[in-house]
């Protein structure tokens, strides 16, 4: 599998789509850029893919999330309330991703 940070295409309508490239995508948001992580569909499938592309190895994305969960926490939910999640807990999320996408 190979983690990639991508934006969502405009379309001529107006709508934003993501990217045919793209395999279950909407993951880690980063609201500075507006990029997010997926994981990639199969290249071979796929007729175009930017050169621009930026992947990531599974270390390389708990660093780019804890960046992230610096400035922006994550939160989860402890009984009806959120609350900022430890690092050790983002960096678990994260591994547990990378698993249930391998």
């Known amino acids: 599998m190979k983690i990639v940070e991508y934006k969502l295409h405009a379309n001529p309508d107006r709508t934003m789509s993501t ?3 793209i ?11 507006h990029t997010m ?3 990639m569909a199969d290249a071979e499938q796929i007729y175009y893919i930017p050169d621009t592309l930026t992947e990531y190895t599974a270390a390389e994305l708990k660093a ?3 960046a992230i ?3 922006y926490p994550c939160q989860k ?3 009806e309330d959120s609350v900022d999640m ?5 960096e678990d ?4 991703w990378v698993t249930d996408n391998s």
């Open 19 to 21: 990217p045919a490239w």
């Open 69 to 71: 969960h610096a400035k």
């Open 77 to 79: 939910l402890d009984g």
């Open 86 to 90: 430890t690092n050790t807990e983002v």
């Open 23 to 33: 395999k279950g995508g909407g993951h880690f948001h980063n609201p500075d850029d």
């Open 37 to 39: 992580v997926a994981a």
């Open 64 to 66: 780019r999330q804890l």
């Open 93 to 96: 999320m994260i591994e547990q």
